[in-house]
């Protein structure tokens, strides 16, 4: 027995769930910078959000080891080698990704207050200040409640039954990734930070696709992770783009109608002056896809893709391709990411609808690094739909539509009057799943 | 890190397959007292047997590392514990099973020598001596081959294939488990030492066992394990009671027809006078069941069960039934243990067709330990068929016919000569998977 190490692990209050600022997705880095330069000064509230009612995470996790988990992220700073690969490695081909104003400001970061209340068997979780700090909650806090969820299960669970779960689960990833493995030319990356099970498991995951697909890098399939941390340890590409915050802040600062329509287009103009290649990625479902791109301007159909991340993907993808015909640009030299919900089925339908006509990509999330359907009595361990999202700016409420209803998110007459400014038009609800 | 124990390890020239005299099936143990006593001046020849030719163990395994582990097996003597263990134990409810004159032959006990030659890829491993001492090698002498086996194609795999490979494993175990759990009344123990992957995995699946179906000894389904050592660890019953080698033995030993007719009953005699209750199980098949049943005395329908080793299980147990009706025996006070290359679905099929009309129990051997069908390249670490069987007695070859041709050992001439005076008859050959 290794004496010293148990006296050392003993030290130990907690078991940190987050154990680095770069234990986040790489888009929110970007979307920091972005922030940092164009909107240094607007103040954002985000809310964490349990879709799933059923999953009383009030009764499941205790207030304490909350709070712990929150004050121990809050304690972090960024280690000099997480600065040091953030300011020497290439991301997207591209070296010094980060300016060094913003990289100044990070090493310096630590991430502000939060404010946690109980309510209906639910914790209410909101965080509010600069917009480019407070959004810097986001990734640790949803992966703070989804793993002590998961911790709440496993307490109750025995050796051997921790054994068989894991042992189930890792079966049933690496035949998933088994199943992949015939999609030719498939391209596919880790999304799963948000909601994972566990960060050991992510980081298993993550192994697991490196193994049986191979890394991009070498000729692979598995083109990356969206976590910072994963990708520094792993050798692995960091990828990310932008999403849904962006715009959605943009459009509760307007001042007037015109402004509000004007707000998603704004976002990317401010996106295209910073980012070139593969970071050109169009996220255009925010206030429903149809209306965004009819009313598009030609520069954005000269951007490399399109990411669909709600509604169906199909009909998504279908329209997309229209969009960039009716722009005289060429589908076969444009890239559609799909990553919404996916699982395998789905992705090696898409894969064979659309390889070939574009170019395909998936960002796999919950159903790669939480797929516990079925491993735990009553399923409680099964995933759910927590987010956690921009509810205000400067005071004005924040809007989502997306393109599946089920999804839309803000005051209700604020999501009319969205509904009408940006021609939303009639929507089919799909089931949010994860 | 804890450089005591990597020291310590390292000071280990081999990984010992075989670390116990435990390490071996308890009823080696009862036939060697019984052997002990009744034959003590028989000397008998055992050789390995690998049944699957297109598994060709002496290109698989170094003959340096099968001959450590053979000397290792052979450095081996019974510890006191161990000893305690036997002398102060109860068995099949029995104190002192193990009489004071055997246990101190036992005390002073080590492996005889063995003979190994290569020959066609095959190893040709042999052992000769006083038959108590010789019959000792049979199960260590297995478990080291089939784990050998293990070992070589193991050490091609990587780290991550190795843990998909045992969380495959685990998984399938545990799923023919549960299924087993939906059978009431159901009774099973652990008959699979010989031909285990791996002595960590056959205790891994018997903890499994006790986890998933609870040990009888609390009202569950798991009765016990053949396995001595694992019953002494896991606080377990030892079971199992006689084998093929007594009759085939005793039949080589016959100096004539007549004699060799009565030998498989001059067998059961002698263990009449030794053991009672659950420890007179009838092995029937060594020359065909029916002629066996056919002639049987009248005591040994008394008898309080039969066990099922080749053939048709449902046939064989019908015409256990229909025996035991016949000499005015009610088959409900009976046992019928069935024990030949069982899998779940098998089991279930036998439980429903006899269970209610005998006792039921099941002694389930390589597809516990052992199942690794399809879950390595080539299917190379499938089981496969290696026995160690008894060759000659003073001199003389010996036979087993069993109810299955394809099971049928021994020179030619003497099979035929055999079949004729056991009245064998016609026998459907059945393919022999494990």
């Known amino acids: 027995m290794d004496i010293a190490a148990r006296v050392y692990n003993h030290k130990w209050k907690i078991d940190p769930i987050i154990r680095s600022l770069l234990d986040t997705d790489f888009y929110k880095l970007l979307m920091a910078q972005s922030v940092f330069r164009n909107k240094p000064d607007t103040v954002v509230r985000f809310s964490l959000i349990n879709r799933a009612h059923s999953v009383r995470l ?33 991301f997207y081909g591209k070296r010094q990704m980060f300016r060094p104003d913003f990289m100044e400001w990070f090493e310096n970061f630590q991430l502000p207050a939060y404010h946690l209340e109980k309510k209906d068997g639910q914790y209410e979780l909101t965080f509010e200040g600069k917009w480019y700090e407070a959004m810097m909650w986001e990734i640790p806090a949803l992966a703070i409640l989804m793993e002590l969820r998961s911790r709440a299960v496993l307490n109750r669970m025995g050796r051997f039954d921790l054994q068989i779960l894991y042992a189930r689960a890792m079966t049933r990833i690496w035949e998933k990734i088994e199943a992949l493995r015939e999609l030719p030319g498939l391209k596919i990356a880790d999304f799963g930070t948000r909601r994972r099970h566990g960060f050991l498991w992510q980081d298993w995951t993550v ?3 490196i193994e049986g697909l191979g890394d991009a890098a070498q000729g692979g399939a598995f083109t990356g992770t969206s976590n910072c941390l994963i990708a ?37 103009a401010d996106w295209h002056e ?21 009313h598009a301007p030609d520069w954005l159909a000269g951007w490399t893709g399109i990411r669909l991340d709600s509604g169906d993907p ?27 919900g996916l699982d395998v089925a789905e ?43 921009a509810v205000s700016a400067d005071g004005h409420p924040t809007v989502k539509l997306s393109d599946n209803p089920e999804k839309s998110t803000g005051p209700a007459e604020e999501i009319d009057r969205y509904r009408r400014v940006f021609e939303t038009g009639a929507q089919t609800a799909r089931p949010v799943i994860v």
Chains 1, 2 share one sequence.
């Not at 609808?353 to 009553?378: C, E, H, I, M, Q």
Request: net charge negative; hydrophobic share 40%; proline share 4%.
């Open 207 to 209: 192994q697991a696709m």
């Open 347 to 389: 992705m090696a339908a898409l894969h064979h609808r659309f390889a070939g006509r574009v170019k395909v990509s998936f960002g796999w999330g919950t159903l790669l690094t939480n797929d516990f359907r079925g491993l735990a009595p009553n399923d409680s361990l099964a995933p759910f739909s927590l987010v956690c999202k």
């Open 232 to 268: 520094m340890r792993r050798d692995l590409e960091a990828v990310g783009t932008n999403a849904h915050e962006l715009p959605m802040v943009y459009a509760a600062l307007a001042k007037n109608d015109e402004e509000l329509r004007q707000a998603p287009y704004r976002v990317l």
């Open 274 to 294: 910073e980012h070139d290649g593969n970071l050109r990625i169009i996220l255009p479902d925010t206030f429903g896809t149809k209306g965004f791109l009819e």
């Open 58 to 90: 009030a009764e499941l996790i205790d207030e304490g080891e909350l709070r712990e988990q929150l004050d121990y992220a809050r304690s972090l700073r960024l280690t000099r080698g997480e600065s040091t690969w953030l300011r020497g490695n290439t």
């Open 314 to 340: 199909v009909e998504g993808a279908e329209t997309a391709i229209s969009w960039w015909k009716s722009r005289g640009e060429d589908p076969h030299d444009k890239l559609i990411i799909f990553s919404d």
